[in-house]
């Protein structure tokens, strides 16, 4: 008999709470990086909420660091 994997839980975040990671390196936020990393967790984004993360930043007071966000998208 061939195990079964059970799948990976799917994540779906508010907006804010990925700003807060990505603009803004939240670290209360930092288990879900790793989860993500690990793959033990899926986060699901629709075109329109990344189009809204990459646009939200730039009017976020103070500014996000341009290169911490850059690789957050990357992850």
């Known amino acids: 008999m061939i195990e079964q994997t059970p799948p990976i839980p799917l994540l779906v975040l508010d ?44 009017h976020a007071q103070p500014k996000p660091h341009a290169a911490a966000q850059a690789l957050a998208f990357e992850r």
Not at 30 to 49: G, M
């Open 15 to 58: 907006t804010n709470v990925v700003l807060d990671r990505v603009a803004f390196g939240d670290p209360q936020l930092q288990f879900i990086v790793n989860a993500i990393e690990r793959r033990t967790l899926r986060l699901a984004a629709s075109d329109a909420c990344l189009r809204e993360l990459r646009r939200a930043p730039g």
